[in-house]
């Protein structure tokens, strides 16, 4: 099983590794700045806008859950 992750650095430490290939699981590394490859960052670019607002839109944060 290949698990997907950025770049972070907690990704990549030792411990976290060994898991991985403890379990059987492959890690791949997005590269840095490419949050098209990762379609979580932009539901959370719209949830972060939405809360910097008076009152966040119900509506963008439901579209962003679905």
Not at 34 to 53: F, G, H, V, Y
């Amino acid at each position: 099983m290949y698990i997907v992750m950025d770049n972070a650095a907690i990704h990549k430490t030792p411990n976290i590794l060994r898991a991985f290939h403890e379990h059987g699981h492959t890690p791949l590394f997005l590269p840095p700045y490419s949050p098209m490859l990762n379609p979580i960052d932009e539901c959370w670019a719209k949830i972060k806008q939405a809360r910097k607002t008076p009152l966040a839109k119900s509506e963008i944060i439901a579209e962003c859950i679905e």
